[in-house]
């Protein structure tokens, strides 16, 4: 396959410096953005100085940034874009920043990225589009104009998604719950299991809100690299590309107090939890339906024990 000049903006999270990672790792060029909002320069460590990546400490706020990275790299093809304002909590109080951030200027490089011919763009959607959505496993259809969003980072979500949908160039993939190593354990969003894992090396019991009856779909960072790659027809098996709104995740449905368990086993913690109080606005269940995506030839290739473990393993060396 010819190696591509690839955009990542949010290079310095967890997903992106996994994306990014593995896009060195196949021989393509990496343009790295991130004002480390909420990443960090030492999620970068592993290809900071490989001759395949160059980072920019900017915002994507800033005007007219993909038109000057254009320029700087003629052949920039592919646009990851997974910068964001990621917490929940946060955009509730932030709403007219997370509009910006996580709709506007998506808009704009959306439309940038279409003006300039750059051939795939790909949106980091999200299962928060979906509102509370009761209907299981949840379609990617659900999420119409009349969902209620819980909050603006679902709704900045959903919006950008549509936009991306509707227009006919590039995607948006909705993922559900990701983990994996180099997730932060104090994010207040999907950060469950990095919290679990937190608690279990520091030998605390797990606090779970609720009777645990909870469940998400979760799914293993390395399958979401692999999504991205689909998306973009850069996978080394030729699958893909991909253009539209597709959910990403395992199908599974995996409970909140199985989870505790199996953090509590694999880390020796202590398996008696700390029950508390339900927290208002937690929805109860949330499963993909993972069927348009699957047409394309993805399935998860990491179980949740291994992932498990992995991110466990990760954790105690970090
Ligand atoms: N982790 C999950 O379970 C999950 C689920 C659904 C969707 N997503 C989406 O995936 C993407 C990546 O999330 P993540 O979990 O890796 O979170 P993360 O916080 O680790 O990564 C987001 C990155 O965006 C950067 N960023 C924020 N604002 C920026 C700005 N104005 N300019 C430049 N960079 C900026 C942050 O510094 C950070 O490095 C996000 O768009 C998120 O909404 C994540």
């Given at each position: ?5 690839c ?86 109080d ?36 979906y ?9 990617e ?25 509707n ?77 539209g ?35 208002a ?38």
């Amino acid at each position: 396959m010819k190696s591509k000049v690839c955009l990542v903006t949010g290079c310095a999270g967890f997903i992106g410096s996994h994306l990014t990672q593995r896009l060195i790792d196949l021989g393509h060029f990496v343009v790295g953005v991130d004002n480390l909002f909420t990443g960090y320069v030492h999620n970068m460590k592993g290809f900071a100085d490989h001759p395949n990546f160059k980072f920019h400490e900017v915002s994507i706020l800033d005007e007219g940034l993909l038109e000057s990275l254009k320029a700087d790299y003629p052949e920039l093809d592919v646009v990851y874009h997974l910068a964001a304002i990621v917490s929940v909590p946060y955009s509730v109080d932030h709403p007219e920043l997370t509009m910006n951030t996580n709709f506007e200027a998506t808009k704009k490089m959306h439309k940038s990225a279409k003006d300039l011919g750059i051939t795939q763009f790909v949106f980091a959607g999200s299962a928060a589009e979906y509102g509370n959505e009761e209907r299981l496993p949840v379609r990617e259809e659900y999420a119409t104009d009349l969902v209620e969003h819980v909050s603006p980072y679902g709704t900045a979500k959903y919006k950008s998604s549509s936009l991306i949908g509707n227009s006919g160039y590039g995607c948006s993939l909705r993922f559900f719950n990701i983990f994996g190593p180099r997730q932060d354990p104090t994010s207040q969003y999907s950060g469950v299991i990095s919290r679990f894992v937190d608690f279990g090396l520091a030998g605390k019991k797990m606090v779970i809100f609720g009777n645990g009856e909870q469940s998400r779909d979760f799914l293993y960072v390395s399958d979401v690299v692999d999504s991205y790659l689909i998306a973009t027809g850069l996978d080394p098996q030729g699958r893909g590309p991909l253009c539209g709104i597709y959910n990403v995740g395992t199908g599974i449905g995996i409970s909140i107090l199985q989870l505790a368990k199996s953090v509590a086993k694999l880390t020796a913690a202590p398996t008696e939890i700390n029950f508390q109080p339900t927290r208002a606005g937690d929805i109860k269940h949330s499963r993909a339906d993972v069927s348009k995506m699957s047409k394309s030839g993805f399935s998860p290739q990491v179980s949740f024990e291994e992932g498990l473990t992995k991110t466990i393993e990760w954790a105690k060396s970090s």
